[in-house]
């Protein structure tokens, strides 16, 4: 009968235990990805980072980066703890505790994401499809400028774990009724987070009470 490892003291978080889900063959070789959610530096050691492995797989010794706000630095993993104790790899789904060496925690912050390196990249502008939920029904459909930078109007973004702010230009609206619209826009960060295509967020701002959207292209504004 396997022993489990005790768990280090220095990953012990009491983590709420969560739902492991089945992992077909084919995400199984999905580079790694995980979200930071919270983060605290032990002396000597580096920083712990914590949060829900989106994909892939990481194990001790591996060389991670963690990716995001202008901090994109490669650490490698000393220890690894979820919900099972200390153990040698974490996979999608589980919440685990990294211990990266070499780690400053004023190189961490809530937002990043860890990752394989080069697998994903940092940036602060994209294109994304849009639906927009509107807190009161008008007679007649606003008009989408409200969705210009012309307009002052600063938006806040949900992406992963970050929470930014940034505007949105109106490339194209899709279509819209009188309780929700969608359109395409373009749209511009005020920090760098991890950006790649079909990644899902979601966007606030005073006159809208919610709108998701997907990102369908990363990089500058293409005109014309």
Not at 33 to 53: A, C
Request: aromatic share 4%.
């Amino acid at each position: 009968m396997a022993t489990k490892k005790p768990l280090d003291p220095a990953l012990d978080l009491t983590l709420k235990p969560g739902t492991l889900e089945k992992i077909p063959g084919n995400i199984r070789l999905a580079k790694f990805l995980m979200p930071i959610e919270d983060f605290f530096f032990i002396t000597g050691r580096g920083t712990v980072v914590i949060g829900q492995v989106e994909r892939g797989t990481v194990k001790v010794g591996d060389t991670v980066a963690c990716i995001g706000f202008g901090k994109t630095a490669e650490y490698i993993v000393t220890l690894i703890s979820t919900e099972a104790g200390q153990v040698d790899k974490a996979k999608k789904g589980d919440k685990a505790s990294l211990l990266l060496r070499g780690a400053s925690n004023k190189n961490i912050v809530r937002g990043m994401v860890v990752a394989t390196p080069n697998s994903v990249a940092e940036n602060t502008e994209f294109d994304a499809d849009i639906t927009a939920i509107r807190k009161k029904v008008p007679e007649l459909i606003p008009h989408l400028e409200d969705l210009k930078p012309a307009k002052k109007v600063e938006l806040t973004f949900y992406i992963r774990t970050a929470v930014v702010t940034g505007t949105m230009t109106l490339i194209k609206a899709l279509s819209h009724t009188t309780t929700k619209l969608t359109a395409s826009v373009h749209v511009k960060l005020a920090k760098s987070v991890a950006l790649e295509k079909g990644l899902s967020f979601t966007v606030r701002s005073s006159n809208l009470q919610t709108a998701s959207g997907t990102v369908t292209r990363v990089g500058k504004l293409i005109k014309g």
